[in-house]
């Protein structure tokens, strides 16, 4: 039986702290929206108690959300929470998101503190966090570099104070994907009341290995995964939301699904990507524009004879228009056919020979061969059939 994953999306959160990439409540607003209607289970509106214009967007975003869960993040501190329950006044379901550091790391050389006493201010903030009427995620910061049986016990405890969700973050993106899925599966069998929460995930990718992580966090036992759109975040960046749906979607063995609409995933990540003026990089997975283009000769004649001999994603199915064929010095004779017909001519034999070697003169001079220098070249063809 398929296993329904939960996505909490943290673009707004965790994405916005990206330097230069900060959005006003209006913008924080239109993307929500957005993020609705892709189906997107839980956003993360912001961090109440950082600034007015981050409450003010919580506030905002709370009122036009019908069905989506609005998220706050606090710290685990009386004036965060109350701050973050004032402002989710407005939603229809909210959720306050607090914890503290479970590593040995955060622990001495963040809070000054002890084992002991980040545990119990842990459990406090989650008792008191649900005194407000929402739902409560507790986050064990730093938990891919946390002491196992500290963190299960930590866990254990925060479930017991009330936690709905317990969020096990690789805040650092240390962690290798066998070792945090097993780190998952050591809670499922050593927390005992575990199955009255649900466990979410929260990976960075300073080692490149976010999405691989959350995809063996999920394996493992999690139910939710925190991410962004085109992976955007704190230093390197989060999981990426995309990749992590689409992986989801190839691979049907994983016995997990999400409520995404991969067809809305190409529109709302140029949304993102513009409000936030942080372009995507061609080759990203899923949404770069070099994702769905072929410019390498024995690609684009495997790609010309059957698409899915070089595409395990039919474009359109992630709202991408068309794939493409990019002319290069690497492109071959198939290729070239293609486009030129596309131009309306047809050469083959050696018309099509001759009008290849002049193009290989050209390309060797030009990174990519657009549609004019084709037709500078078929105007030098001593002879040329139209198609």
């Known amino acids: 039986m398929s296993k329904q994953i939960q996505i909490f999306d943290t673009t707004l959160r965790d994405g916005e702290q990206v330097p230069g990439c900060q959005l006003t409540t209006k913008e924080k607003v239109a993307i929500a929206r957005e993020l609705e209607a892709l189906g997107v289970d839980v956003i993360e509106a912001g961090f109440p108690i950082s600034s007015p214009g981050d409450f003010q967007s919580v506030v905002e975003v709370s009122k036009v959300l019908k069905e989506t869960v609005v998220c706050a993040l606090t710290r685990a501190k009386k004036e965060d929470i109350d701050c973050a329950a004032e402002a989710l006044r407005y939603a229809n379901r909210g959720r306050i998101h607090t914890g503290i550091g479970s590593s040995d790391v955060h622990i001495k050389n963040k809070f000054f503190s002890s084992r002991e006493q980040v545990l119990e201010q842990g459990v406090w903030a989650v008792a008191y966090a649900k005194e407000k009427g929402h739902e409560v995620e507790f986050y064990a910061e730093d938990a891919g570099r946390a002491d196992l049986a500290f963190l299960a016990e930590m866990i254990e405890a925060v479930i017991a104070a009330g936690a709905d969700v317990v969020n096990i973050p690789d805040t650092t993106g240390y962690c290798l994907p066998d070792a945090f899925g097993k780190r998952i599966q050591y809670l499922t069998e050593h927390v005992s009341n575990i199955h009255n929460a649900v ?134 004779r198939a290729a070239l056919k293609h486009r030129t017909a596309l131009l309306g001519y047809q050469f083959d034999g050696e018309e099509l020979n001759l009008l290849y070697e002049n193009f290989l003169t050209i390309a060797d001079q030009k990174k990519i061969i657009a549609d004019e220098d084709l037709m500078m070249l078929v105007g030098l063809m001593p002879a040329l059939v139209r198609s």
């Open 199 to 332: 466990i979410s995930i929260h990976c960075h990718n300073d080692l490149g290995m976010a999405t691989a992580n959350t995809i063996s966090g999920l394996c493992h036992g999690a139910r939710q995964a925190e991410v962004t759109i085109n992976g955007i975040g704190e230093r390197a960046g989060n999981t990426s939301l995309e990749e992590v749906a689409m992986i989801l979607d190839t691979h049907s063995n994983l016995n997990c699904h999400t409520n995404i609409k991969p067809e809305k995933i190409y529109a709302i990540s140029k949304l993102v990507s513009g409000m936030m003026r942080m372009p995507v990089q061609p080759n990203k997975a899923i949404v770069g524009s070099n994702a769905f283009a072929h410019s390498s000769g024995i690609h684009q004649d495997g790609f010309l004879k059957h698409a899915e001999n070089y595409e395990i994603i039919n474009p359109a199915k992630v709202g991408v228009p068309s794939s493409s064929i990019v002319l290069t010095a690497r492109s071959g």
